[in-house]
C-alpha cells in the first residue's frame, strides 16, 4: 500500500516534469536523457530510469530537476541513502527551487536517522512548500518522530543482543522465531532462494540443536509459509500461507496440530478468521482460546490492523474484534505477540511516535478490559530502521527477534537480549506432566483441563502428545489450580496445586496415571471443598463436580458410589455424621443436574480407612477428601 501510494507521487513527478515548459539547464543532452528518464518511469522501469537522469547530471551537474526526480527514484525503491545524498546536491544547488520537495528529503533524513536535518527540512516544508492540510499534518507526525528519536537517543536502554549461533543462523535469512513455554522449542521461518520454510531446533543441555527441516506435511515446494506462532503447550502451530488453492484471500491463516514427532496436514481457519482480504501473523493466547492476528479487512483503523478473535463453546472461532484505538492507528500495526500472561502485547507500529519506520511497542490490559497507551521500547531496540517480529519468553526476561545490522551469519539472522525490567511482562510459570496407562504404563493421549479455582477459568484445554503422553501448560503464579485429565475408557484423573512456592522458569511436574474403568476402581476428587466442619459445597467445587457429570453422562453404564471421608479431629460420631452429610451433598448435586439416581449410592466413613498420617497438617488434609468408586458397568 505504501509504495503504491509513492508510486502515485512519482506519476505526478513525472507529469510535472513533461508539463513544464523550461529547465534549469539548456543542455539538450541533458533535458533528453531527463525525458526518456520519465518515459520509462511511465512504464515503471526504474533501473532505466536511473541509468538516464544520471547521464542527465554528468551532462549538467546543476540539473536540479534530474536529481529531484533520481530523488525520487531513489526513495521509491526504498534506497534512503541514495536518494538522501541526491536531494542534497539538488538543494545545494539551489534551496528554494522546489520547497515542496522538501519533504521527501527530510523523509529519507528520517528513515536513515539524521533526525536534525529531517527535523530542520520538515519545517521548511512547512513554511516555504505551501503544503495541504494532509500533508501538514503528516509532517507533523514526523515532526515528532523526530523529537522522540532525539530525546530517546540521549537516553539508550540497555541491549546487548546475542546471536543465536550456527546450529540456528546460517547465511541464508532467518527470522520469526517463536518458542515453547518451556523454552525449549524454537520453531522459525528460513528463506533459502526466496522460498519460506518452516524449520525447528530443541535446548539441549541449554545449547540449540542443528535445526531440521519441520515437515514436509506443512512445508511447500510452490508456497511459502512464515509468520508463525507455536502455541505454549507445542501443540499447534498457526501459520500464514499466500495463494494457496483452498485459500480466501491473498494470504490466510493456517493450522496444524503436532502429531507425535510429525505434523498433521495444515487446515485453513476458514471465515471469519480469514476473508477476500490480507489476514497473516497469528499469535494465540495461552489459554488457546483468543487468536491474534493482522488484517486489512473493512472496519479498520489502517491499512493494517491487530484484530482478535475468540473461541467460542463451540470450537469455533467467533468474529474477529478489533482492538481499538488505544492500539491500531490510521498507519500500520503488524507483528502482534501475546504473552503467557494474557495481558501484555507487544507490537510493530509506524503510526504510534518512534524512531520514523515500524517500532517495537508494549501494551497492558488494564483492568477494565482496555489497552493501555503503547509505550515505545525505545533505542536501540528501536533504530530508524524496521523492527519487527518481537517474541518474550514465558518468564518476560528474554525477548528474540531477527536483524542483519549485526555481524552475523548473513542476511536477517535471529537474535535473543535481556529484556529492560520495565518492559517485561508479568512472569508466568508453567507445568509439565505425562500421562499413562497405570496398569501397561503405555503413554497415552488425553484431554489436560487446568483451571483456576478461584474464578472457575479453564486456562488450558489441550491433548497430552500422542506418542509420548506428554503436555506443557503456562500458569500465571500465585493462585490454586485443579486439573483434570480424561480419556474415554478411563476414569479421569484429579489434581489439585499451587504455584506460590515455584520460581518462575522451574516447572511443576506431575505424573498422571490413568485407571481403565473397571468395577473397585476410585477417583479422590481432589477439587470437591468443604468449609471446617460444615458439608455445603463450596463454589470451587463446581468445575470438579461438572467433569464428574461429563463422566457419567459419558458412561451411562456405569454405576458410583460417593464417599466420604474426614481426619480425626473430633469424636467418631460427629466425623461419621459429617462425612456422610458431605458424601449426601455430592449425590444431591448430581441427582439435581440430571443424573438418574438409580446410578448412585453415597457413603461416610468418617475418620476411618486414613491414607495418610493425622499427626500432620498435611496428612489430615489428604484424609479429609472425598472420592467415587465404581460399583457397576452394565
Known sequence: MKALKCLLVLVLACQFAYAQKSYSTSNRSAIKSYERAS????????????????????????????????????????????????????????????????????????????????LLHYNLFKT???????????????IHDCQFALEAMKHPVPFKPVNLGPNINTKDQEYLASITTDDSTLIFTRQINGNEDFYKSVKINNEWSKAEYLSSNINTPSYNEGAQCISPDGQFLFFTGCNRPDGYGRCDIYISKKEGKGWSKPVNLGY?????????????????????????RPGGFGSYDIWKSELGDDGNWQQPVNLG????????????FIHPDNKTLYFSSNGW????????????????????????????????????????????????????????????????????????????????????????KDKLQAIVDIIDLKSGK??????????DGSFLASIPQGNEYSLNVSKDGYLFYSENFSLEKYK???????????????????????????D??????????????????????????????IRGYTDDVGDDQSNMLLSQNRSRAVYQYLINHQIDSNRLTYKGFGENQPVADNKTAEGRANNRRTEFVITKVN
Not at 46 to 60: G, H, M, N, W, Y
Not at 85 to 92: G, V, W
Not at 511 to 524: D, F, H, R, S
Not at 541 to 548: D, R
Open 325 to 336: 484505538a488505544n492500539i491500531n492507528t490510521a498507519f500500520d500495526e503488524q507483528s502482534p
Open 353 to 440: 511516535v518512534g524512531m520514523g519506520n515500524k517500532d517495537l511497542f508494549i501494551s497492558r490490559l488494564e483492568s477494565d478490559s482496555v489497552w493501555s497507551k503503547p509505550e515505545n521500547l525505545g533505542y536501540p531496540i528501536n533504530t530508524y530502521g524496521e523492527e519487527s517480529g518481537l517474541t518474550i519468553n514465558a518468564t518476560g526476561t528474554k525477548a528474540f527477534f531477527s536483524s542483519d545490522y549485526f555481524n552475523g551469519y548473513g542476511g536477517l539472522d535471529i537474535y535473543s537480549f535481556d529484556l529492560p525490567k520495565n518492559l517485561r511482562p508479568t512472569p508466568v510459570n508453567y507445568v509439565k506432566g505425562v500421562v499413562f496407562d497405570e496398569d501397561s
Open 39 to 118: 518515459y520509462y518511469l511511465d512504464l515503471n522501469d526504474f533501473r532505466l530510469a536511473e541509468t538516464e537522469l544520471i547521464a542527465a547530471t554528468k551532462q549538467d551537474d546543476d540539473f536540479i530537476e534530474a536529481y529531484l526526480l533520481l530523488g525520487d527514484v531513489y526513495r521509491v525503491t526504498f534506497e534512503y541513502l541514495k536518494a538522501r545524498e541526491t536531494y542534497k546536491k539538488a538543494f545545494d544547488i539551489n534551496p528554494n527551487f522546489a520547497p515542496e520537495r522538501y519533504y521527501y528529503y527530510a523523509e529519507t533524513e528520517l528513515k536513515t536517522g539524521q533526525y536534525e536535518n529531517a
Open 532 to 561: 471446617t466442619n460444615k458439608y455445603d459445597l463450596k463454589p470451587e467445587s463446581i468445575a470438579e463436580l461438572q467433569k464428574l457429570i461429563n463422566f457419567l453422562n459419558e458412561n451411562p453404564k456405569v454405576n458410583i458410589e
Open 504 to 530: 518462575p522458569g522451574k516447572p511443576f511436574l506431575l505424573e498422571v496415571p490413568l485407571q481403565k474403568i473397571a468395577i473397585g476402581k476410585k477417583v479422590v476428587l481432589k477439587n470437591i471443598f468443604f
Open 128 to 142: 516555504k512548500g505551501k503544503p495541504a492540510i494532509d500533508k501538514i499534518e503528516l509532517a507533523d507526525k514526523y
Open 272 to 296: 471469519p478468521i480469514n476473508t477476500k482480504g490480507w489476514e497473516s501473523q497469528p499469535s494465540l493466547s495461552a489459554d488457546g482460546r483468543t487468536l491474534y492476528f493482522v488484517s486489512d
Open 458 to 467: 479453564s486456562l488450558h484445554l489441550s491433548y497430552s502428545d500422542e506418542v
